[in-house]
T-cell receptor, first 111, second 111 residues
Framework: GEDVEQSLFLSVREGDSSVINCTYT??????LYWYKQEPGAGLQLLTY?????DMKQDQRLTVLLNKKDKHLSLRIADTQTGDSAIYFC???????????FGSGTRLLVRP | NAGVTQTPKFQVLKTGQSMTLQCAQD?????MYWYRQDPGMGLRLIYY???????DKGEVPNGYNVSRLNKREFSLRLESAAPSQTSVYFC??????????FGSGTRLTVV
C-alpha cells in the first residue's frame, strides 16, 4: 500500500526558513496536502498542491513537488514561534478514496 | 461555525465498558472518517464512509464498529474498551480529493 514518510523533528531559529520534507510511494496521487496540528487541537489544512503542479506559493508558505522523485516539501519563510506545531504530509489515494498521512514532523522554533 | 463537531471531548472508561463517539458535519460532505492518533504513530485510519450508506475498514478496525447514521453523522463505537484503545480520536469529513476538515478530537483514557 501507499507509504508516506517524514522526518520526525526539525528545530529552527525564529526568522529563519523551515523546510519540511516528505516522500511517498504512489505515483498516481492527484492531490498532496500539508496539515498543521497545534498542541491539543485537531489538524488544520494549510495548503495543497495538485499533481500537475511543481510549485505553489501562499504568503509565507511554498510547496514544492518533484513527481519524478516522489518528494514533497513545505517551506515556511520567516518562521515565527507561532509556527511551532506538528506538520503532516498527506497523499490522496484515488484508488481507495482516502488520504494517507505521514507520521508528522514536529517543528520547534527557538527564539 | 461550520465544521465537524465531536462529542465528548474527554472520556475515561473502565476496561470492558462500552461507549459511542459522536461526529457530525454540516458541510454536506459525502465522505467521513475516523482516525486515532498515538504518540509517534501519526494518524491511523480506523473506519471510513465514502458515502452515505457505506462503511469500510481502515488500517486498525479491530475493537471498533461504526454507523453512518445519515449524511451528517458518523459514529464510532467501542463495545468492550481495552487499555490499548487509550488514544485521541479524530473525525473528519471531505469531498473527493481529500481536503479533510477535522474535528477537535476526543481524548479517551481506558483504565
Amino acid at each position: 500500500g501507499e507509504d508516506v514518510e517524514q522526518s520526525l523533528f526539525l528545530s529552527v531559529r525564529e526568522g529563519d526558513s523551515s523546510v519540511i520534507n516528505c516522500t511517498y510511494t504512489d505515483s498516481s496521487s492527484t492531490y498532496l496536502y500539508w496539515y498543521k496540528q497545534e498542541p491539543g487541537a485537531g489538524l488544520q489544512l494549510l495548503t495543497y498542491i495538485f499533481s500537475n503542479m511543481d510549485m505553489k506559493q501562499d504568503q509565507r508558505l511554498t510547496v514544492l513537488l518533484n513527481k519524478k522523485d516522489k518528494h514533497l516539501s513545505l517551506r515556511i519563510a520567516d518562521t515565527q514561534t507561532g509556527d511551532s506545531a506538528i506538520y503532516f504530509c498527506a497523499v490522496w489515494m484515488d484508488s481507495s478514496y482516502k488520504l494517507i498521512f505521514g507520521s508528522g514532523t514536529r517543528l520547534l522554533v527557538r527564539p | 461555525n461550520a465544521g465537524v463537531t465531536q462529542t465528548p471531548k474527554f472520556q475515561v472508561l473502565k476496561t470492558g465498558q462500552s461507549m459511542t463517539l459522536q461526529c457530525a458535519q454540516d458541510m454536506n460532505h459525502n465522505s467521513m472518517y475516523w482516525y486515532r492518533q498515538d504518540p509517534g504513530m501519526g494518524l491511523r485510519l480506523i473506519y471510513y464512509s465514502a458515502s452515505e450508506g457505506t462503511t469500510d475498514k481502515g488500517e486498525v478496525p479491530n475493537g471498533y464498529n461504526v454507523s453512518r447514521l445519515n449524511k451528517r453523522e458518523f459514529s464510532l463505537r467501542l463495545e468492550s474498551a481495552a487499555p490499548s484503545q487509550t488514544s485521541v480520536y479524530f473525525c473528519a469529513s471531505s469531498e473527493a480529493g481529500g481536503g479533510y476538515t477535522f474535528g477537535s478530537g476526543t481524548r479517551l483514557t481506558v483504565v
